[in-house]
């Protein structure tokens, strides 16, 4: 047991070492137009992985107009943007909402071609599900990258994200006694979702302290572009940075927790298998897609002061 657990380990960080430069590189330098089309690659493999566990709820999803539809989301956010950040939030907010407004209708009207229509209303939920699931919160990064500032706001969400992923799996190994909830995640415990929050609150306020300093070995490294206000974020009022923080972290924590759910209910370990170590695109992201969209209306905040 002690040694599949560790070459279960040496593949997780071996994955990791992999393809966190990938994606640092992709987030922080890549034109916005390349970061929408990567985006909606992970959006469609990862719903790819949602909509197989949907037949284990004995749904059959729609799956190609499921696919169609995320694929155009996210080339009409690969078309170039408007110049300001309060134009591009603007057409972003409303062009999700009519994305989100639209998808039951259309998966509806996809799911009554279906031979019995008692297949049409569970295959159009899950369909509007896994666009609001996976699609939306994968948007907001990249209409984040957009914002002022957005290269490190992005790498600021990563790392909060990836820091409390950390401990908490490290922690909840080593010293986890209480279940957190045993019915939906049997490995996480209190101890480890503690730690989780410590480290977010921790990395949160040294990220923002020293932003000039992090953005400016970024700048060196050619991974960020310049960009107006990126600047401004070094050493803001304690107070609200720990309280982003701690919302990003409670955000990724569920995250976690409603995959687990997913997963516990369709009775799978892992969602996938295309990350060794990891399971599945969606047990990689699952808190991220939670976390983003805490992230972007932070940034969105802060453009309509």
Not at 5 to 20: D, S
Not at 91 to 114: E, K, Q, S
Request: proline share 5%.
């Amino acid at each position: 047991m002690a040694e599949g657990g560790a070459l279960q380990l040496l593949k997780r960080v071996a994955t990791a070492v992999v393809l966190i430069p990938i994606v640092l590189v992709l987030v922080l330098r890549a034109p916005i137009a390349v970061l929408a089309l990567t985006a909606g690659i992970v959006a469609l493999a990862t719903t790819y992985e949602l909509l197989k566990l949907c037949e284990s709820y004995q749904i059959r999803p729609l799956r190609a107009v499921t696919y169609v539809y995320i694929a155009f989301f996210f080339a009409a956010l690969a078309i170039p943007a408007y110049s300001t950040p309060l134009l591009t939030t603007a057409v972003f907010a409303t062009g999700a909402a009519f994305f989100a407004a639209l998808a039951p209708f259309l998966f509806l009207t996809a799911g009554a071609r279906r031979q019995s229509l008692r297949e049409a209303f569970p295959a159009a939920a899950a369909s509007s599900f896994a666009f609001v699931y996976i699609a939306l919160p994968l948007g907001c990064l990249v209409q984040l990258r957009e914002q002022w500032a957005g290269s490190f706001l992005v790498l600021y969400l990563l790392v909060i994200v990836w820091a409390g992923d950390i401990c908490a799996y490290f922690v909840g190994r080593a010293v986890g006694r209480h279940l957190l909830s045993p019915r939906i995640s049997p490995k996480k415990t209190w101890e480890g979702a503690a730690a989780s929050m410590v480290a977010s609150l921790g990395v949160g306020y040294l990220l923002f302290n020293h932003a000039t300093a992090i953005s400016e070995f970024f700048l060196r490294l050619h991974l960020m572009e310049r960009q107006g206000g990126i600047f401004s974020l070094q050493k803001p009022p304690i107070g609200p940075i720990l309280l982003l923080s701690a919302a990003i972290n409670v955000a990724a924590q569920l995250g976690d927790m409603v995959e687990s759910m997913i997963k516990r209910g369709a009775e799978v370990k892992d969602s996938g298998s295309l990350l060794p170590g990891h399971g599945g695109m969606l047990d990689r992201i699952d808190a991220l897609l939670f976390a983003a969209p805490v992230m972007w209306y932070y940034a969105v905040w802060r453009v309509m002061q």
